[in-house]
Nanobody, 125 residues
Framework: QVQLVESGGGLVQAGGSLRLSCAAS????????MGWFRQRPEKEREFVAA????????YYADSVKGRFTISRDNAKNTAYLQMNNLKPEDTAIYYC??????????????????WGQGTQVTVFS
């Protein structure tokens, strides 16, 4: 089992920044990929970014590329999502997730085995 706890959400004006954290505990050695997803009202959960836990390769949705940065600190078993130049359309509940089967399909929520509780990000104009 892997437990994930997100933090860092909040209310921010458009153009501002937030950093989300996702602390993992339990069988962290089994994690291959950490992902961030978001869910806007009445929308399906969508991929935001992912990072390979071992090699550090990163992947981004086109909508956030150049504005968001995913990173991880293996010593702290924590993944981060630095979000800059936030827009109102970034408003959503953000979830981190852990994938433990070495799947190459990092954009599909179905490939992830463990999820955090979510943290609200609200961007106002």
């Amino acid at each position: 089992q892997v437990q994930l706890v997100e933090s860092g959400g909040g209310l921010v004006q458009a153009g501002g920044s937030l950093r989300l954290s996702c602390a993992a505990s339990g069988r962290t050695f089994s994690i291959y990929t950490m992902g961030w997803f978001r869910q806007r009202p009445e929308k399906e959960r969508e991929f935001v970014a992912a990072i390979r836990w071992s090699g550090g390769s990163t992947y981004y949705a086109d909508s956030v590329k150049g504005r968001f940065t995913i990173s991880r600190d293996n010593a702290k078993n924590t993944a981060y999502l630095q979000m800059n130049n936030l827009k109102p359309e970034d408003t959503a509940i953000y979830y981190c997730a852990a994938e433990t089967d070495n799947s190459s399909n990092y954009v599909s929520p179905r490939e992830y085995d463990y999820w955090g509780q979510g943290t609200q990000v609200t961007v106002f104009s």
